[in-house]
């Protein structure tokens, strides 16, 4: 069983692609997951300028790529399931490169707005806000 589920801050905007032949979307973006360290070892891993999350490279396809690059950015905190692939390639130096990466099946918002204290940015366009009265049920 290949299954991943992994909940983490982006560290920048996706990367937003479309292949030549089929205009098919991929988005690429990494993802910071911290370690589940207690408070003691924690500061352990700060005084000795150690990792206190591991960054995880995220790929996703399609219409979920579009939509994770639409509506997530820079520090936004998501979830992701998918699975691990592993891949290899020869770099321009001849070296053997080996790649982990995530490719999302699904990618799920944990935070909207714009991080600017503005929290009307979870807007989409067609949608508006309405007052308690005017909701239908």
Same mark, same amino acid.
Request: charged letters at 30%; a negative charge.
């Given at each position: 069983?290949?299954?991943?589920v992994?909940?983490g ?5 996706p990367?937003l692609?479309?292949?030549?032949n089929?205009?098919?979307a991929?988005a690429?973006f ?8 207690s408070?003691e *070892?924690?500061a352990e891993a700060q005084? *000795?300028?150690?990792a206190e999350a591991?960054?995880i490279?995220i790929?996703?396809w399609? *219409?979920?790529a579009e939509n994770v690059?639409?509506?997530t950015n820079?520090?936004?905190l998501?979830a ?9 390639y020869v ?12 490719f ?8 909207w707005?714009?991080?600017k204290?503005d929290?009307?940015d979870y ?5 508006h806000e309405?007052?308690?009265?005017e909701?239908?049920?």
């Amino acid at each position: 069983m290949n299954n991943v589920v992994l909940i983490g801050r982006l560290t920048k905007d996706p990367d937003l692609r479309y292949l030549p032949n089929t205009g098919t979307a991929v988005a690429n973006f990494t993802l910071a997951v911290d370690r589940n360290l207690s408070k003691e *070892k924690r500061a352990e891993a700060q005084e *000795k300028g150690q990792a206190e999350a591991d960054f995880i490279r995220i790929v996703a396809w399609g *219409k979920l790529a579009e939509n994770v690059a639409n509506f997530t950015n820079k520090g936004r905190l998501v979830a992701v399931t998918g699975r691990i692939q592993t891949g290899s390639y020869v770099d321009k130096d001849g070296k053997k490169v080996y790649t982990t990466e995530v490719f999302a099946n699904y990618v799920e918002f944990l935070e909207w707005g714009n991080n600017k204290g503005d929290d009307t940015d979870y807007l989409i366009d067609g949608f508006h806000e309405v007052e308690g009265e005017e909701i239908p049920f």
